[in-house]
């Protein structure tokens, strides 16, 4: 679906992601781990676009999708190795717009939504812009109500269909983290990159959250980075480790948990249901 291959980001001598290959299955639900530091969040900038890399590619599986070619300015190159069913794509530069239209989403660990708009029209919005009538608002009132109807579906699916016509700026922490991913999910993604979901949420609707991202991952691919290791466990099929860059683990969970080089880095002393965060850097 998603694949990186010796993908490496310098910030002058800093090297953040370091000859990173990596691969995201469709439907699979993969976490990424790590110190505070380890790259992250630089490796979740260079799949979506905000930072290009120093080396190495970016590459998405077009399922379903026409390979498109790239004449209109962009950075992304068709390659198709093993016939249209199996053909990537090279995204490797390619600017964030062009990636989200390609299906990859992420939502951020800073809330991304507008306060004053309602829940309803959050949805809708993004709904609207990835149906390509983002300019359109007035087009005619049979796409609005498409789009609406549209959004009180994604609205069900993250659980805030009772609060469609409040504001965002209404919802609490949790819910607008739902909320988050109702947007992310408008653009009808194959590829949602979740960035602390769980950041900041209430332990009253950590629950919520967690049967969210299971939820979705049942239908898209998911990158999660989370800090919580009891959901990294309880959630993931799939955990990779980072640690100053690299790549130190790529298992599944319980395989990863027991790794010793991982328990060095990065989770020395968790144990299941001790409140959660792997350790810091060591
Ligand atoms: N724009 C930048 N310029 C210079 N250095 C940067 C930049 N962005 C990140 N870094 C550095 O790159 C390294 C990786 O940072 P990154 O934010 O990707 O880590 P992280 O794993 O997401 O950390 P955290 O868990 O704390 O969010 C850190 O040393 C950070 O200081």
Redesign the pocket.
């Known amino acids: 679906m998603l694949r990186t291959s010796g993908l490496t980001k310098r910030?002058?001598g800093?090297t953040?992601v370091d000859d990173v290959d990596f691969a995201l299955d469709s439907n699979e639900l993969c976490s990424l781990i790590?110190?505070?530091?380890?790259?992250?969040?630089?490796?979740f900038n260079l799949l979506t676009g905000v930072l290009t890399p120093t080396a190495g590619t970016v590459e998405l599986r077009a399922e379903d999708s026409p390979v498109n070619t790239a004449d209109d300015g962009a950075d992304a190159r068709n390659e198709s190795d093993e016939g249209d069913a199996d053909s990537w794509r090279d995204i490797t530069g390619a600017a964030p717009h062009e990636i989200a239209s390609l299906g990859v989403h992420r939502s951020y660990q800073v809330t991304n939504v507008f306060p004053n708009s309602t829940v309803l029209e959050n949805v809708r919005v993004a709904a609207q812009a990835a149906g390509g009538d983002g300019a359109n608002f007035w087009r005619n009132a049979r796409q609005l109500d498409r789009y609406i109807e549209e959004a009180y579906g994604i609205l069900d699916r993250v659980d805030l269909a009772d609060r469609a016509e409040e504001p965002a700026s209404a919802l609490s922490h949790g819910a607008k983290r739902q909320l988050e991913v109702g947007v992310a999910l408008a653009g009808d993604p194959d590829v949602l990159l979740l960035d602390e979901p769980n950041a900041g949420v209430s332990s009253e609707s950590v629950d919520r959250v967690v049967d969210l991202i299971e939820d979705v991952a049942t239908d898209h691919a998911v990158l999660l980075?989370e800090?919580n290791m009891d959901i990294v466990m309880e959630v993931s099929d799939r955990v990779v480790v980072?640690n100053q860059?690299a790549v130190i683990a790529d298992d599944e969970p319980a395989a990863v948990r027991d790794d010793p080089a991982v328990q060095r880095a990065y989770l020395g002393g968790y144990e299941p249901g001790s409140a959660g965060d792997g350790g810091e850097a060591a």
């Open positions: 910030f002058g800093l953040a790590g110190p505070n530091g380890a790259g992250k969040t630089t490796f980075v800090h980072l860059g």
